[in-house]
């Protein structure tokens, strides 16, 4: 059987309108928080990145801190599959759920689901199950698919997982699950895992709270992240993609692994309050050459 994924946040975190969500991707790219210009997509696969951390809110709110992942991605040319491990929202599925096949629509077209890889990934991992109830309402990988239609058309494919269970235990082994498969496969993949930062404080506590668990995540500390998240009570709502992420970089690169903070802001640097925001980053994960 295979599954046909409609979106569910259209018209409410960006345009249910193909053409306005192009111009909405497009302006994220111009915006003053943005790289400041619309990027030309390289004719050539350059392998460089590993994968982004990127943020999943509106367009309006968070668009132009995930354009900065998106403009340096699309300057390394079309992935065959991209991996979007977002987060459990909504209390639906399985510890970890991988979407096993089918298509994502967006107001911009279909996204074919690399269901090779899905089941490889399910194959290798403890925790990973196919299942498609997780996400049936879930936003955070959902969010991620126009900028890169917008790029790259569809001349890539996707992998969907979403994790309800964020813990490093399950974290390292889906990591390694992920390496195993692509490994095993040949595909050459780009993981992003979605994630917003602090939710609903003062910019300033944010702010502050924020820059340290990035501290954690540039060092390619999931440990020192995860614990520094719980001790300061940081309300990052994708810790398992971004310990995912950390995992699966230095599983992939070993001593070469680094990552570098594109873009951080909070919400309140786009609208001006900054009595309640939510954090943004874009996160690069590269190996050294």
Known sequence: ?????????????????????????????????????IPTVSDFRLKE?????????????????????????????????????GTNHTGYGALVSVYPRGKWLTPLGGVEVDGELARGVVSESSYA??????????????????????????????????????????????????????TKSGRDVVLLASSDMTHYEPHSAAVKKDLKAIEKIISLDAEGFYKTMSELDISICGPGGIMTLIEYAKTTGAEKARAELLKYATSGDVTGDKSAVVGYASIRFYLAK
């Open 1 to 37: 059987m295979e599954h046909v994924r409609r979106p569910v946040v259209a018209g409410f975190f960006y345009s249910s309108d193909s053409a306005e969500l192009s111009k909405s991707v497009e302006s994220s790219f111009k915006h003053g928080l943005g790289p400041g210009s």
């Open 49 to 85: 990145s590993v994968g982004f951390v990127v943020p999943h809110a509106g367009y309006i709110y968070s668009g132009p801190i995930a354009a900065h992942a998106y403009y340096k991605l699309a300057l390394e040319g079309v992935p065959q599959t991209v991996i979007i491990v």
């Open 129 to 182: 199950e196919e299942d498609v109830y997780a996400h049936v309402d879930e936003h955070s990988v959902e969010v991620q698919l126009p900028f890169l239609q917008y790029l790259f058309g569809s001349r890539f494919r996707v992998l969907p997982i979403v994790i309800m269970m964020h813990s490093l235990e399950v974290s390292r082994d889906l990591a390694k699950a992920i390496y195993n498969a692509v």
